[in-house]
């Protein structure tokens, strides 16, 4: 498989580092500003260097998969017989804190971009600067809520306009090297995303963005948009002189004949692309995992492939939503659901990187259109399945130790103190208060805007969890209970779709019944503990010191407030493999794995049982394993693994 690259001095040097494939190469500098990717309207195509070119392309997240296992990653992607890869790139992961950037390890975003020129693949670059993609606030950084309360986000609004300008101004520069006309694999550039489906149609904003981008694009690559065929969306989002792309699934011959009258509609000359082929679904908890069949989904693919359609498919690799990272939709009964820690999204590569069935059936149809490389399909690689685990507790959060060794110190407050208010990003936060002397048995405590879920404590007593997801906002207190009111909330992760101001925290007021005029009173002065657990030494060490008291009762309840459990996985091979952690038996919490944040599990209610555990994260010897378990640890207290994934049980 040959490809007309003529790359640019660095991109020699970096082939010649690692090359697997053989390419055009002419290294006279002279010849790059002959390089030209750009769009032939009139006869429906895009034009590469002047001969018509197609791609077959897929979705792949960086920040879902850690940065050792890219190039593996992206070579098992080329050998599907896909020529690009399309990246969006995560603004919360690079700039987590206003002034603050991260680009080493996972958030390397060059490096990324290096292996697939490596691995021999074209780059759709998606920068957003919002990204949906199931992410936590669809890749907005949450400190944008804490410095301007109120903004609105994918707007005009002059306050969120500076900020995209300045992390342009960052992140671009670093790209634009790598554009196609600046002889890298960069083809094409998108701005914003799906801008139709947020109903604004603010054109100043989609106008301001276009300029920034082509600020550094500067005609450099092929700008485009992507909406979805319904509506008014594609108009809604269009943007004059960038290319309208579309985006659909599953869908039958006349609906994919239909989705095209409708970009023709808008756009009727230039090469039609399908920009998020739907290989599966994004899954919530508290409901069946998303699987879409094969070989319905072929038939499109090989109906679009026929029709001349450039596809990416969205995912090819999906990945994990490590760490707090996951996003949530503003749907079901409570209008609030998480999703899952798994981004496998029954893509064609498994969230460990392994094909599928998906993949090699995918990968006959593609054969059928453009050349692929003659590459050997990976097999699945190895897994390996550990002796179980038994934890220990080291004790509980609420404890006036823990208080000191995990959490942030004590804020006084009339207020409910927001999340964003008290530049968390995610985790927990604890308010208490002392409740007034009840005149009723029970009297109802009541919590409005509740952003997600609480654990609710008298005399530091379980009395009950509220959720958001759930619409459950009320939980009776007993007479004779106590006091002391804690009040334990979890950011669920923030809402990626439709709506974009999903601050965490109490947002509402917190009453409890009284029964005399005015019926409620509303609770106040508030002291607040922040337990934000992104502090992974704060977490060994507490691990190191802990009280080690029971922290459940007989039952393996936790009565008490959330606790902390940890266990050794020793290994004493030097040969390690990926593993899943199955986590049956447990009820809700975090897992750490030598001090990095595997994710959240919700094994008592599903449909994920099993965290992705990659081998990168282990080494040889002991490994600590911690857990921060919410509701109940099994009576065995033991962490079980598992040869493979278990998603499915809903
Ligand atoms: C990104 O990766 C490249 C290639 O491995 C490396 O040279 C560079 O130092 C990395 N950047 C950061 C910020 O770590
Ligand atoms: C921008 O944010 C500041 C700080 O919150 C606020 O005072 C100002 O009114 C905002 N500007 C606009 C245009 O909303
Ligand atoms: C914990 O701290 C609170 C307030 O600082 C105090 O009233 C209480 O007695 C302490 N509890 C223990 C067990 O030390
Ligand atoms: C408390 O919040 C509820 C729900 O938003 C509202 O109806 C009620 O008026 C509030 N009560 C007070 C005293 O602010």
Not at 18 to 47: C, K, L, W
Not at 148 to 158: A, H, L, N, Q, W
Request: charged share 25%; proline share 5%.
């Amino acid at each position: 498989m040959l490809y007309r690259f003529i790359f640019s001095s660095i991109f020699l040097f970096l082939r010649s580092s690692g090359a697997t494939h053989q390419s055009d190469m002419n290294n006279n500098p002279n010849e790059i500003d002959e390089r030209s990717f750009y769009v032939d309207y009139e006869r429906d195509t895009f034009v590469m260097d002047g001969v018509d070119f197609r791609y077959v392309a897929g979705s792949f997240h960086y920040f879902r998969s850690l940065p050792e296992t890219w190039r593996e990653k992206l070579r098992t992607l080329r050998t599907g017989g896909l020529n690009t890869v399309d990246l969006y790139i995560q603004w919360s992961l690079h700039n987590p804190k206003e002034n603050e950037y991260v680009w080493d390890g996972i958030a390397n975003i060059t490096k990324i971009i290096e292996v697939a020129v490596e691995e021999d693949l074209y780059v759709i670059l998606r920068p957003g600067p919002y990204i949906c993609a199931e992410i936590d606030n669809g890749g907005l950084p949450y400190w944008l809520f804490t410095k301007y309360p109120g903004i609105e986000v994918r707007t005009s609004d002059s306050n969120f306009t500076r900020e995209v300008k300045i992390w342009y101004e960052k992140l671009l520069p670093q790209v634009t090297r790598y554009l196609y006309g600046n002889g890298g694999n960069i083809i094409m550039v998108q701005i914003e995303n799906e801008y139709g489906a947020f109903e604004k149609c603010d054109k100043p904003y989609l106008n301001f963005l276009k300029q920034e981008t082509e600020k550094y694009t500067n005609g450099k690559a092929v700008l485009f948009t992507v909406d979805r065929p319904y509506g008014n969306e594609i108009e809604c989002g269009q943007i004059p002189g960038v290319l309208i792309t579309t985006d659909f699934g599953l869908m039958s011959d006349e609906e994919v004949d239909a989705h095209k009258d409708k970009v023709r509609s808008v756009q009727p000359k230039g090469p039609l692309v399908n920009t998020e082929f739907y290989t599966g679904w994004l899954t919530h908890w508290q409901e069946p995992n998303q699987r879409r069949p094969a070989e319905p989904l072929a038939n499109t693919l090989r109906k679009m492939l026929r029709d001349g359609w450039n596809v990416n498919f969205y995912m090819y690799f999906g990945g994990t939503n490590f760490g707090f990272w996951a996003g949530a939709n503003d749907w079901g009964y409570g209008k609030y659901m998480a999703d899952i820690t798994s981004y496998d999204y029954d893509a064609p590569m498994d969230e460990a990187g392994d094909p599928t069935m998906k993949y090699k059936i995918f990968r006959d149809i593609i054969s059928e259109f453009i050349d692929i490389p003659e590459l050997a399909v990976p097999e699945r690689a190895m897994k390996m399945v550990p002796e179980p685990i038994i934890m220990s507790s080291v004790g509980g959060i609420l404890s006036n130790n823990s208080r000191m060794l995990l959490g942030a110190s004590e804020i006084k407050s009339d207020r409910l103190l927001t999340f964003e208010e008290l530049h968390q990003h995610s985790g927990f936060v604890l308010y208490e208060t002392t409740l007034p002397k009840l005149t009723r048995d029970p009297s109802e405590l009541t919590i409005n805007d509740l952003r997600d879920r609480a654990q609710v404590y008298v005399d530091e007593f379980y009395v009950g969890t509220l959720s958001r997801e759930n619409a459950i906002k009320s939980v009776p207190i007993s007479a004779g209970w106590g006091s002391k009111l804690s009040v334990l909330v979890e950011s669920q992760g923030r809402i990626n779709f439709n709506t974009l101001d999903d601050y965490k925290g109490i947002l509402g007021n917190v009453t409890i019944q009284i029964y005399n005029e005015p019926f409620y009173k509303v609770l106040s002065d508030w002291i607040i503990t922040r337990f934000p657990f992104d502090d992974l030494d704060k977490l060994s060490n507490f691990v190191a010191t802990g009280e080690n008291t029971q922290g459940v009762n007989e039952r393996g309840i936790a009565m008490n407030g959330p606790v902390i459990f940890e266990g050794d996985l020793v290994h004493n091979d030097a040969v390690i493999h990926d593993t899943y952690i199955d986590m049956s038996g447990w009820g809700k919490g975090l897992i750490f794995v030598n001090g990095f944040n595997l994710g959240r599990y919700w094994s008592v209610i599903g449909p994920q049982i099993t965290l992705y555990l990659p081998k990168n994260l282990l080494k040889q010897g002991e490994n600590k394993i911690i857990v921060v378990e919410l509701q109940k640890a099994p009576l065995c207290r033991l962490i079980k693994f598992s040869e493979t994934a278990i998603l499915d049980e809903a």
